[in-house]
């Protein structure tokens, strides 16, 4: 977007509590944030004056658009700029994931007569969601338990109590039998799910006084039957307890975040404390943050977390406060139930929390080196084996792969991305916009590419890489060694990977070199030859959709090239500029011709 369109919303930004976006070039949500005045926080990025850190110095070189939303509060700006967030994933913010979809136990408190199921998806069904679980035979087991002591329901029947008879389930001693009346009613079922509830929240104490009472209550009305049937849940409750590995004392509900980091690999921890007793653990894991901050990182990570998590406990420990303590404590805690203490989130420094942090933190750098080591001789073999098949003069732990794409000559691009240590490298990835070179020529598009990449790199002083690996066949590898020529550094390894035959050809070598399917080595390769295909073809298909929106707005009369480049980096597509208000499109071409332009398209 122009400076000027850019100035022209900033004057216009409220002074509200809210969240704002910014946008790249193409439309694209890169950075969502929060603040109590909207306009203060959204105009310091524009302060040449005003000292920042490198993340916001490369976040201002690609602002080019922003979006605003007012709420009515900073904990609702919390909230949203959360859900943001997780919908966008803007390459600025934190963003949490897994690699799994841990299990949960849910219990339908919504039906009249509630069940226990195992699940992966977290609803707002009004359902109660226990876990995450890890290992899942930890929520399998629990579940067989519930069933076999506390006979809740597992089918989907209606409950009506008008069915003449009840199923196995009933006589085998694993359901109450509420689907008959006169077996079990609606206020026994409710005490059952009651018991059901403490046991799942790890309340052993308080489910065995309510199973002693019941079972002195049916002592005393000679339910002898009955009485043992309680007293053998007790029982279980108190072995279940023993099994359980009690690390702290006089702690209710407390959720322990810790993390490890090196460079831009992080591995973040979650134990999950219930009544004392460590009940689960959860594990996320970034490979490309380009900038980190702890507290920044903790405050978006705790953001997201809690966003969908069915439980909020009374206290949270961190290794160092987050950014908006504060906000986040009253937004926790306004989840809670009524009547339950404040949220709090503890940084501590001595006693026994101070070691439950550390030992999150021990498994946190274990689960590090778990994800990103584990592997790490498996690779440097292969990276071995690759010198050797190659007849390279030094490990190729740097690879570089470039690819070009086009359809028919038009809107040429080519790609590059990078695989350090045999682990790829996104945000060291670069797209290139082919300049010099009319129609469709592979050839020479891989000589203005790679004479541009490394003309920089030896401008910049950055790293050259051990293997440059070309998308083709012999004369994309020539091209791309006549450009290192020129340049003085074709010296590096240089090798081309030709689609369907799979041959690799390395510059220096007469014959190509043909590996079984099962290679290690031409996994490795095909691996980085596919992400740079992936890569410009993404990049192309972005090219040809800002043509085709231009090339319809070449058709409105009164848009020229100016108007035609503010309309394209304001919207960016056909289907935005359709979407669009006339007050929206009115700032940029005035309101006449923002009228022509909706009455054309």
């Given amino acids: 977007m122009g400076s000027e369109v850019l100035n022209a919303k900033l ?48 976040l201002r070189q690609h602002i080019s658009d922003l979006d605003y939303a007012t709420t009515d509060s900073e904990v609702e700006a919390l909230i949203l700029e959360s859900t943001l967030v997780k919908k966008h994933k803007p390459r600025f913010n934190v963003n949490l994931k897994d690699d799994k979809a841990f299990l949960h136990i849910k219990l339908t408190v919504q039906e009249p007569f509630p069940r226990v199921l195992l699940t992966r998806r977290i609803l707002n069904d009004g359902a109660l969601y226990f876990g995450p679980y890890l290992p899942a035979s930890l929520a399998r087991n629990t579940v067989k338990i519930i069933n076999r002591h506390f006979l809740l329901r597992t089918c989907d029947i209606k409950i009506d109590g008008k069915r003449d008879r009840p199923c196995l389930e009933y006589y085998i001693k694993r359901c109450l039998g509420p689907c008959v009346e006169g077996l079990c009613g609606a206020e026994e079922y409710r005490r059952a799910v009651q018991d059901v509830i403490l046991l799942l929240e790890g309340k052993n104490e308080e489910l065995i006084q309510s199973l002693s009472g019941k079972m002195r209550d049916a002592a005393e009305h000679q339910m002898f039957e009955a009485a043992a049937f309680y007293r053998d ?82 206290e949270i420990y961190v290794p160092v406060l987050p950014e908006d303590e504060d906000l986040i404590s009253e937004w926790l805690s306004g989840r809670r139930p009524a009547g339950r203490r404040r949220v709090r989130i503890l940084t501590p420094q001595r006693g026994e929390k101070a070691k439950l942090v550390r030992l999150v933190e021990d498994n946190a750098k274990a689960a590090f080196e778990t994800r990103f080591r584990v592997h790490k001789p498996e690779k440097q073999l292969v990276l071995e084996r690759l010198q050797k098949e190659l007849r390279l003069s030094e490990l190729p732990d740097r690879i570089e792969a470039f690819d070009i794409s086009n359809i028919q000559g038009a809107e040429t691009v080519a790609s590059m991305v990078v695989c350090v240590g045999g682990m790829m490298q996104p945000s060291e990835y670069r797209k290139f916009r082919i300049r010099t070179v009319a129609g469709s020529n592979d050839f020479a598009s891989i000589y203005e590419a790679v004479r541009r990449r490394y003309t920089r790199v030896i401008d910049e002083g950055g790293p050259l890489p051990s293997l440059i690996l070309i998308d083709g066949g012999k004369g994309q590898l020539h091209s791309a060694y006549q450009a290192l020529g020129e340049l003085g550094i074709d010296d590096r390894g240089l090798a081309s990977i030709a689609k369907r035959e799979e041959l690799i050809f390395v510059e220096g070598q007469e014959e190509p070199i043909r590996f079984d399917g099962s290679s290690a080595v031409l996994h490795l390769l095909q691996e980085v030859r596919d992400e740079a295909h992936r890569f410009a073809v993404t990049y192309h298909r972005k090219r040809r959709s800002i043509r085709d929106f231009a090339s319809e707005l070449d058709e409105i009369p009164g848009v020229g090239e100016r108007r035609r480049r503010l309309l394209l980096k304001t919207f960016g597509s056909v289907k935005r500029i359709k979407e669009a208000g006339i007050d929206e499109l009115v700032p940029i071409v005035g309101e006449k011709l923002a009228r022509t332009i909706k009455d054309r398209l």
């Fill in 233 to 314: 849940r007790i029982q279980m409750v108190k072995d279940l307890a023993e099994k359980q590995k009690m690390i702290m004392s006089g702690v209710a509900d407390v959720d322990i975040f810790a993390f490890h980091r090196q460079g831009g690999f992080v591995a973040l921890q979650l134990f999950t404390l219930r009544q004392g007793s460590v009940v689960g653990k959860r594990e996320f894991f970034w490979e490309d943050l380009e900038f980190f901050h702890p507290a920044q990182f903790l405050s978006d990570a705790l953001q997201q977390y809690y966003l969908s998590a069915p439980f909020i406990p009374s």
């Fill in 11 to 58: 004057q216009l930004v409220p002074d509200k509590p809210g969240v704002y976006l910014f946008k790249d070039g193409a439309g694209k949500t890169i950075y969502i944030g929060k603040a109590k005045n909207l306009r203060n926080r959204v105009r310091s990025y524009f302060q040449s004056s005003r000292t920042v850190d490198t993340k916001t110095q490369v």
